[in-house]
């Protein structure tokens, strides 16, 4: 059995040993016997599963622009120290983005993996006009997100994520266990019922770094071009491709 303190003091006693899942064959018998129970598990729990059944072939992908990865970081730390964290390094993310990346890796001693696209942003102008982003975000997102992630996550069988339910209406169905159509993978959302408020409580508690632009009226940073500070009432990502009808990258279907 295993059992963890909650940021709302709540303990898990959701039992995710090896034991509970043994009647089951191969791994994909496993995760689909996972699904529901890790439903309720609580976040250090579901990472625990994740290192336990995927090993070295998990990894957990940070955006350095929001609390929710930095609080993963933080709990794997305790946890299995060796999945590798990777980010899309677009080339156009903010100053504050990379200086956090530098004070993690102080933190924590971790190498974050930079996944970068096969084209600088010179290269992307000159083959599709400038400002990519300004026309056609969602062909500037293939080429500097999609398909970097794509071709880092082939090494791997499944990957982590920091998005939840309460970030914006498109978030509202995550499962904490799902497939992942466009990777094909695995995709593990160990946030996924926790609201802003636990993970901010959790990042004050454990002295948690995160993106200083956060306390400047940016709530969620992606890339330059397409962030803008959010007003009181909206969501936390309503500052994402401001005036596009675009509200994911696409890396969360
Ligand atoms: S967030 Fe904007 S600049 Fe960054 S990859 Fe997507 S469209 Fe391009």
């Known amino acids: 059995m295993s059992l963890s303190l909650l940021p709302n003091g709540l303990v ?8 509970h899942f043994e009647h089951l064959d191969g791994p994909c018998e496993r ?19 994740a290192a336990r ?13 929001g609390p929710s990865g930095m609080v993963l970081i933080d709990m794997l730390a305790e946890i299995d120290a060796k999945i590798p964290v990777y980010y899309l390094d677009t080339g156009l993310l903010f100053p504050e983005t990379y200086a956090l990346i530098d004070r993690t890796r102080q933190r924590y ?15 992307q102008a000159t083959l599709f006009g400038p400002a ?41 169905d995550v499962a904490v266990v799902e497939s992942d159509t466009a990777s094909g993978l695995t ?26 632009l956060h306390d400047r009226g940016y709530p969620s940073l992606g890339c330059t071009h397409c962030t803008s500070p959010v007003k009181a009432g909206e969501h936390e990502r309503a500052g994402r491709w401001r005036g596009f009808a675009k509200s994911e990258c696409g890396l969360h279907r």
């Open 109 to 123: 001693g971790i190498e974050p993996i930079a996944a970068h696209p096969s084209l600088s942003v010179e290269e």
């Open 187 to 212: 995709k593990i959302n160990p946030l996924a019922s926790w609201t802003g408020e636990m993970v901010w409580t959790y990042i004050r508690a454990h002295d948690v770094p995160y993106n200083e």
């Open 12 to 19: 898990s006693i959701v039992d995710v040993s090896h034991a």
């Open 53 to 65: 059944i995927f090993d070295r072939r998990v990894a957990l992908a940070c955006s350095f622009g």
């Open 31 to 49: 995760i689909r016997g996972a699904r529901s129970i890790l439903e309720d598990a609580s976040p250090q729990d579901v990472l625990a599963w």
């Open 132 to 172: 990519l982003w300004s026309r056609d975000p969602d062909s500037c997102c293939e080429i500097r997100k999609l398909a970097p992630q794509r071709r880092l996550l082939s090494d791997y069988e499944a990957w982590i994520s920091g998005i939840r339910r309460d970030q914006s209406p498109q978030r509202s």
